[in-house]
């Protein structure tokens, strides 16, 4: 149904928008041609209530569609929710495109700066920049500042980036 995204996928982006109750309606969801809210509250236990907000949540995140239409006997509107396939796609390569962007500009920073560091875990790494300033001192508990080997962090960064692009090239 919902072609390239995993299971994996589907229910990581629901717990990010519903927490354990949105894996739980997302899992009837996916299971489900399609179900209505009192359906979802029905068999999971979560409240109506709840199960709505959450859907609206996943709604306004083109997680899932719905489909209105009128009840024959009483005479009001009934919707019909149901996963949104290609949109998950859209919502899923948007989210890797961003962390891509982020991780690239990561990179060209540690390409660009020399860094250096104290030695002491809890204290920040500073730029050649700032450690000029305080005279290669640390600026937080004044231990002279020695230089950073950055390459191991460069070659993570550009594994994560590999991967990335794999995944969206597939
Ligand atoms: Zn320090």
Sequence with gaps: MYSSVSDETLFEIARILGGEEGVTIIDIIKNADEITVEEIAEQTEIQINSVRRILYRFYSHSLVTSRR???????????????????????????????LKKLRSRVQYELDHEFYHCGVPT???????????????????????KPVDNE??????????????????A
């Design 69 to 99: 239409f009128r009840d024959k006997d009483t005479g009001w509107f009934i919707f019909q929710w149901r996963l949104q396939p290609k949109l998950i796609d859209a919502y899923v390569t948007g989210m890797k495109q961003k962390i």
């Design 123 to 145: 204290c920040p790494r500073v730029t050649f920049e700032d450690a000029m300033d305080t005279v290669f001192n640390c600026p937080v508990c004044g231990e002279s500042l």
């Design 152 to 169: 191991a962090y460069i070659d993570f960064l550009e594994g994560k980036i590999g991967e990335i692009e794999g995944e969206l090239e």
